[in-house]
T-cell receptor, first 112, second 114 residues
Framework: DTAVSQTPKYLVTQMGNDKSIKCEQN?????MYWYKQDSKKFLKIMFS???????INETVPNRFSPKSPDKAHLNLHINSLELGDSAVYFC???????????FGPGTRLTVT | AQSVSQHNHHVILSEAASLELGCNYS??????LFWYVQYPGQHLQLLLK??????LVKGIKGFEAEFIKSKFSFNLRKPSVQWSDTAEYFC????????????FGTGTRLTVIP
């Protein structure tokens, strides 16, 4: 009964590669998010999608692109990976804008 | 500016000690308030939340938090900690009017010594 799931859990790749992280929620929530947790544990929002529309886009490089094929999925695609992209990426969803946020298990990305 | 301040970066307690973690937020409207916990190597789990009503909210595992509107605070408390409470604790808020973001504090690492 996983509410918010992410794959893969771990991702190790080399600089310059392109990679994707997938997220799915089975809660029927309207809004999904991507957060980045850096090495100091600080959590910062990257994107959110509400009804398949991007509604906020923080100052992240355009190498990062969210893609939402439907309301239950929000994937994160990263082009030309850099060392500084190494972090844990969390997907989250909420039933409405600003409602209760539930988080996925995270994807630990390591760029070498 | 919208922000969350968690005053303690790292707290070390012995088992059975009482816990209080400070959290203050800065926002120009009404808020929903949250405490999340992240156990080592795990994802974020919701401890408790405040949306409206009684400002003293109770969460899982014996945690509670009190919303004091005049102080813009939402401190987390537990009367007697256990070794298993060792984790990172994050205070967060979202605005209630058309909000589309959850703002996090920098987190407080709690270490409980058996």
């Amino acid at each position: 009964d996983t509410a918010v799931s992410q794959t893969p859990k771990y991702l190790v790749t080399q600089m310059g590669n392109d990679k994707s992280i997938k997220c799915e929620q089975n809660l029927g929530h309207d809004t999904m998010y991507w957060y980045k947790q850096d090495s100091k544990k600080f959590l910062k929002i990257m994107f959110s999608y509400n009804n398949k529309e991007l509604i906020i886009n923080e100052t992240v490089p355009n190498r990062f692109s969210p893609k939402s094929p439907d309301k239950a999925h929000l994937n994160l695609h990263i082009n030309s990976l850099e060392l500084g992209d190494s972090a844990v990426y969390f997907c989250a969803s909420s039933p409405r804008l600003g409602g209760l946020f539930l988080f996925g298990p995270g994807t630990r990305l390591t760029v070498t | 500016a919208q922000s969350v301040s968690q005053h303690n970066h790292h707290v070390i307690l012995s088992e059975a000690a009482s816990l209080e973690l400070g959290c203050n937020y800065s926002y120009g409207g009404t808020v929903n308030l949250f405490w999340y916990v992240q156990y080592p190597g795990q994802h974020l789990q919701l401890l408790l939340k405040y949306f409206s009503g009684d400002p003293l909210v109770k969460g899982i595992k014996g945690f509670e938090a009190e919303f004091i509107k005049s102080k813009f605070s939402f401190n987390l408390r537990k009367p007697s900690v256990q070794w298993s409470d060792t984790a990172e604790y994050f205070c967060a808020f979202s605005g209630t009017a058309g909000a589309n973001n959850l703002f996090f504090g920098t987190g407080t690492r709690l270490t409980v010594i058996p």
